[in-house]
């Protein structure tokens, strides 16, 4: 009984998660490059509001803090073979100044990457929730869904700022939000093993936030130095923190 109620959550919090993502392509194309400053914001939002804090309660603070360093590290190497991947001179189009519409690609395959391992994570958190109880296990699934949704939006967001297609984006998220399920079945069957990793999970999940958030996607933004977009964009950065904010405030008042 646990387990189908685990697959059922799983499944229906992928697919809410999806939806929120699929909700952004009814955005206009022009406002995408404005609405990475909210992206920017919920990223580094979730990132030090939710998941480190988790990471921290769930094992060794240094442990996670270690897995933090290194997934910025991985990903700062993973960039670095994306770029080499494109071309070997100074002279190709990923070094030339006047083609930096999009970054090639590289923030949204990183992205991807957090998103498949903060996924994967939720399904575990999920089936160890079942496993106590159905009625937490229900309040944990309504729980991360909640929290999902605007960092899904903001994480597709990212991909058509990366130079990914609406169609692409959408079908790299439904693609990612497996991760949940495959998350959930693997915790029902070896939940014992994976709750060590957890917290080093959780540290490369918000490694991923933290560095495409801070070294792709910020950089963009001091192209347009002028008064009127960088206020416009703090405030955009500020929107995405409080949005996840306001979720928290949310969850914790409904428990």
């Not at 391992?117 to 958190?125: A, P, Q, R």
């Not at 910020?218 to 347009?224: D, F, N, S, V």
Request: charged fraction near 10%; charge should be negative; aromatic fraction near 8%.
């Amino acid at each position: 009984m646990a387990l189908t109620w685990i697959v059922a959550a799983s499944v229906a919090g992928g697919t809410l998660s999806a939806g929120a993502a699929a909700f952004a392509l009814l955005l206009r194309a022009s406002w995408v490059p404005m609405l990475v400053s909210f992206a920017i914001g919920a990223l580094l939002g979730a990132a030090f509001l939710e998941v480190i804090p988790q990471a921290f309660a769930l094992g060794d603070p240094h442990q996670a803090a270690a897995a933090i360093l290194g997934g910025i590290f991985g990903f700062f190497v993973l960039e670095k073979l994306l770029l080499w991947r494109h071309c070997h001179t100074e002279n190709c189009e990923v070094h030339d100044p006047h083609n930096a519409a999009h970054d090639h690609g590289r923030s949204g395959a990183l992205i991807v990457v957090g998103d498949t391992v903060h996924n994967f994570v939720d399904g575990v958190l999920i089936a160890a929730a079942f496993l106590q109880s159905t009625e937490l296990g229900v309040i944990t699934a309504v729980a991360i869904v909640a929290h999902e949704i605007p960092q899904e939006v903001g994480d597709f967001l990212i991909l058509i700022h990366s130079g990914y297609s609406r169609r692409q984006a959408l079908a790299l998220n439904l693609v990612s939000s497996t991760a949940t399920l495959g998350g959930g079945i693997l915790g029902y069957f070896a939940l014992q093993l994976l709750q060590r990793w957890e917290p080093v999970l959780l540290g490369i999940v918000a490694a991923s936030m933290i560095y495409v958030a801070v070294a792709d996607l910020i950089p963009g933004l001091h192209r347009r130095p002028e008064l009127r977009d960088t206020v416009g964009q703090a405030a955009l950065i500020a929107a995405g923190i409080g949005t996840i904010v306001l979720v928290r405030m949310l969850l914790g008042a409904s428990h």
